[in-house]
């Protein structure tokens, strides 16, 4: 059973902000819970404005990297990009590529790791590769390269210049590079939340801004707003916080992405099967998880290839050719989801285990970290998947649960792992497979002493309260004008309290509820999606939803998208 808790909100401020900005007052109080410290800030996130982008010379490195890359194009370099195999690394890799191009670049080839080969990020093989591939006198990195401390002195001994772009955080030594464009090494706080597309749009904000202030032609064609769909993408996937920055790029690109003419983006999409306007979510769910199957399964390459193609017979085969990749994925996840928790029930109690450690010979590493992710979230425990080969090694995948660093944790058992790394949220590691048991035993530990005493139950969070004559088409109307939504801006949950069911609940589809809410003379539609089964309780409820708008040939409705039911207090 979920643990209801209400997302605390200046009750006052609210009702300052409703009634200065005229908004209802279940989306002040949203809005009064986020932290805004004026009216000023509250309508700049209303009306988020690509000229409130922050200054891309305040990201540390900046000035060095755009004159090493002018000097790279008026000499005719060859420009080597070297990205990541997931989402944010293949948008930043095309982002630039592409932008590079439109600045007279001669030639520009974007490199992608092998995840099961080279593993993340720029490791001596993968320089090694991509430095033979494209013999380049530039080498840019983009998504990665903040500790690739081996791999900088290797192009140093090689005499190639590197320039870093990354988001990632600093462990341990910096490389001996160029430069370093990486917002976490002293930027202003708004920065340190990009993703790596978003460094990277900096990077090409700078170059352009650089250009102008020097009268070079090669930017008078060139609008960087119609790349906005790349950083759109490549942020929500890469699950940064939506915030400041990142929401002023992502809502522009969203709008850019729903308008693009672009083969690739088109053939994603209409594979994808998303036939209405293209949100946070859809880009989460849909369009991710297929850009993000060629790394996990064969080579992201593709991925990259259908973003970068100008056929749109090559973009729909491509697109496919994912479609299949994410579907193979999906199975192989759920093969391995079900291995993992026999392994865990086996012997779980919920008052002893604190941190699930579970591998196998065998695992396929391209999917252990959403293995990992679905199993913090199905024990609300810190978990590790570790994917072993036939020599002994393990790949593994870390995710968390709120208020707990994996980070911290893995430090204290550093003296079982070959290494790590990550943020405190996800991490990676690796291993050996004679270390497993101990490391297991150890993570427990670790995770036990700040863990024990925490209720660990789920938790409904609810970020307003109204009456149900409340929820109509103008909360709506004002509801949407919070969006983009995902991380530290999540979509809206409202609750209802003491209403009854006007009709008896109906089964729909192949596992659904259907409800028709009452309160008075007002009366609302609901449905729990994979509630079918679900118990209603006697008497008046309480409900928490998702309000939506759910459009059905060519008319829309209000739609109120159960995510929990309680019996009213």
Known sequence: ??????????????????????????????????????????????????????????????DSAVQRIWQAIDHGETIAVYGDYDVDGI???????????????????????????????????????????????????????????????????????????????????????????NPKLGAPESLKLLAGVGVVFKLCHALVKDAKRRARSEVNHIDLRKYLDWVAVGTVADIVPLRKENRILVRHGLARLNQSESPGWKALIDVAGLRQAVTTRDIAFCLGPRLNAAGRISNAELALELLLTRDAGRARDIALELDGANRERQNIEA??????????????????????????????PGVIGIVASRLAARYRRPAIVI??????????????????????????????LITFGGHDMAAGLEMEWRHLESFRMRFNEIAALELRLRDLSPVQPVHAWLDLAQVNNDLLDNLERLEPFGQDNPKPILAVQGVKLALAPQKVGTNHLRLTLAAGSARRSAIGFGMGDQCIPDGPLDIAFCLQRNTYQGTDSLQLTVQDIRPSC
């Open 1 to 62: 059973m979920k643990v209801w808790k209400t997302v605390a909100s200046d009750r006052n401020w609210a009702v300052q902000i409703s009634q200065e900005l005229n908004l209802p007052q279940a989306v002040a109080e949203i809005l009064g819970g986020l932290g805004f410290p004026d009216l000023d800030a509250v309508r700049r996130f209303l009306d988020p404005r690509l000229s409130d982008l922050t200054d891309p010379f305040l990201i540390p490195g900046m």
């Open 335 to 364: 093969a391995i989801l079900r291995e993992a928790q026999a392994d865990i029930d086996t012997g779980f109690n919920p008052t002893s285990h604190f941190g699930l450690v579970v591998g196998r010979l065998g695992w396929h």
């Open 91 to 181: 948008t930043s890799t095309g982002l630039l590529t592409k932008v590079l191009e439109s600045l007279g670049a001669a030639r520009v080839i974007p490199c992608l790791p092998s995840r099961l080969k080279e593993g993340y990020g720029l490791s001596p093989a993968a320089l090694t590769r991509c430095m033979q591939a494209t013999n380049p006198q530039l080498l840019l990195t983009v998504d990665c390269g903040t500790n690739a401390v081996e791999a900088a002195q290797l192009a140093a001994r090689s005499g190639l210049d590197v320039i870093v772009t990354d988001h990632h955080e600093v462990s341990g030594d910096l490389p001996s590079v160029l430069a370093i464009v």
């Open 387 to 416: 994917a072993f080969n036939e020599d002994g090694t393990g790949r593994g995948s870390c995710r968390s649960i709120e208020g707990y660093s994996l980070l911290q944790g893995l430090e204290q058992c550093r003296d079982h």
